[in-house]
Each structure stands twice: as structure tokens, then as C-alpha cells.
């Protein structure tokens, strides 16, 4: 199963990552303030890829 994890980066701010059901890191969001802030990001990311299509450039 994937899944989003907030953590603490080195820097002592929050940073979210997917991992996939697999163990492998697809995507990784950037630094937050608050943890809150950070798994709001998670959220954002999960709204907007429900709609998101794939177009070639």
C-alpha cells in the first residue's frame, strides 16, 4: 500500500514523501514550517492528482 510520510529534515523543518507500495520514493514535497503545513501539502497533492491527467510535451 503507499503511503504519505511527514518527517523532520535535517534542517529541523517538515518535509512529506510517497512512498509506493513497493518501498520506492515517487514523490517528495518541500520544506514546511509546521508539521501541519506539511501534511496539508499531502493533502493538496492527493486532491489534485484525483483529477490530474498525463499529457505528453
Not at 4 to 32: C, D, H, M, T
Not at 40 to 52: K, M
Request: proline residues 0%.
Amino acid at each position: 500500500m503507499s503511503k504519505f510520510e511527514v518527517y523532520k529534515s535535517k534542517s529541523g523543518r517538515y518535509r512529506w514523501r510517497l512512498r509506493a507500495s513497493n518501498g520506492e520514493i515517487v514523490a517528495q514535497g518541500e520544506e514546511y514550517a509546521t508539521k501541519d503545513n506539511a501534511r496539508n501539502g499531502c493533502d493538496a497533492v492527493r486532491r489534485a492528482a484525483n483529477d490530474a491527467t498525463i499529457v505528453d510535451i
